[in-house]
């Protein structure tokens, strides 16, 4: 069960949700750090049951038909896809549900307000408040992620830590040690993949999906076009020899 949720206020009333709504988005929005990301046509769901969601936010969702209705208000509205996979309830946000996370609009703001901005995300890690939420991911990320030495400030969009903890030990599974040289190659793949769409979670994930310890951009877009529906006798081929062609990774071992 969820200690604590963050509902973005402004969001909630500019998309038009109650309350109870706004916990469940934001439920939604942490998916990547708790659920089983599954592959649909090209593209990165995550498996989250009605009874999970139910278990996790208790005092806002008690039925899972009450969920079900809920998740079809956020799909009218545009803010996830919703799939069936089987008997799994599959979800992923759109472009206008990562807007939850979008930061402060820089037309409000000027040189003073963001001096009061800086002091807050520093003075907010009080100890004397030690149940405080501070909803500042990429911070919070970077100091507990560079324990192992290495530099992750190049991303675009800072990896949670959940999914890049999974990522590393995935790695060590794989014997394919991270060194600074591989994770820059990585970066900057990744970064490319953010322009069709994938966040830098959904990359990550998709790799271990894979078994992959690294990632180009047009691997994930030769991939999605293929699992989209692309059925001829080349394209299966295409696919096979990308899930089987291992020789990058040697490539990777002359360039580390």
């Known amino acids: 069960m969820r200690i604590t949720s ?9 998309w038009d949700l109650t309350m109870q709504q706004g916990a469940l988005f934001d439920l939604l929005n942490q998916l990547h750090t708790w659920a089983e990301p599954v592959a649909i046509d090209g593209e990165i769901y995550y498996w989250a049951s009605k009874q999970m969601i139910c278990n996790e ?36 946000l759109t472009a206008k549900g990562k807007e939850w996370n979008s930061e402060i609009n820089p037309t409000l703001g000027n040189k003073s307000e ?8 520093t003075s907010e890690i009080n100890p004397t408040y030690k149940n405080t939420n501070i909803n500042n991911t990429k911070i919070s990320n970077i100091k507990k992620i ?13 990896p949670s830590e959940q999914v890049w ?14 060194t600074q040289t591989a ?3 990585l970066i900057k793949q990744i970064n490319a993949c953010l322009s069709l769409g994938y966040t ?11 078994g992959w310890v690294s990632v180009k951009v047009e691997w994930l877009h030769n991939a999605g076009s293929f699992q989209r529906g692309n059925t001829t ?14 020789s990058w990774i040697y490539e990777m071992d002359n360039v580390i």
């Open 6 to 14: 963050f509902i973005n206020n402004s969001k909630c009333i500019e």
């Open 200 to 210: 830098t979670d959904d990359v990550l994930a998709e790799c271990m999906a894979r």
């Open 57 to 92: 936010i208790p005092l806002a969702y008690n039925k899972v038909d009450t969920v079900y209705r809920a998740l079809k208000i956020l799909r009218e509205k545009g803010l996830i896809n919703y799939k069936k996979y089987g008997e799994k309830d599959c979800i992923s």
């Open 233 to 246: 006798n080349s394209n299966k081929s295409l696919a096979s020899s990308m899930r089987d062609d291992t």
């Open 183 to 185: 994770l820059n190659l």
């Open 114 to 121: 963001q001096t009061r901005i800086e002091i807050r995300e």
């Open 146 to 158: 560079n324990k192992n030495g290495l530099n992750l400030s190049d991303f675009q969009q800072q």
């Open 165 to 178: 903890n999974d990522f590393v030990e995935h790695r060590k599974n794989k014997k394919a040690k991270l």
